[in-house]
């Protein structure tokens, strides 16, 4: 489990296909002597586990399922990517419960600088639409964000000076895709609905 808190910017150094999967190095800040082999970090929002450590990076391996699903299989060495350890019992709960589990990948359909703010406008994939709601919470690039408005599969979100500045999201721009993990109490919500 996560928070949507990102708390490192790593640098993608090497992607090396195996097979099925493509083993990933990224440099970070992190202490990487604090992380256990088998840990998971969120890696732009997608729930990775280490599979090697280095003394200023670790290793992780993405499956076929995760390239398919998620931005991870368009990543190049140089990527930039926001960085989020596992929760601890007793860690601050600062964002909102995020699992890690990418939905889909959402499109960056305009960003507007306004002034002390930035609003970017998404269009989600039709199935993950009826999931975002306004002033809701929404994990996009493993960052989690408050909804500000929805129109059908459109929706916005302005971001502060200090997220941009402590993401990777102030390279983001009109045309690119973000992943996006919907709310995990809305998607239960909607499952019990089904039953009424």
Known sequence: MFTGIVTDIGTLRAVEPRHDVRRLTIATRYDTSGIELGASIACSGVCLTVVAL???AFDVEAAPETLAVTTAGDWTAGQRLNLERA??????LGGHIVQGH???VAQVLAREDLGETTRFTFDA???LAPFI?????VTLDGTSL????VDGTRFSCLLIPHTLANTTWDAVRAGGRVNIEVDMMARYAARLAEFR
């Open 146 to 149: 408050t909804v500000n408005e």
């Open 125 to 127: 994939p039709a199935a």
């Open 102 to 104: 990418v939905d889909g």
């Open 133 to 137: 709601a306004m002033k809701g919470s």
């Open 87 to 92: 929760l601890k019992i007793g860690d601050e």
């Open 54 to 56: 280095q003394p200023d």
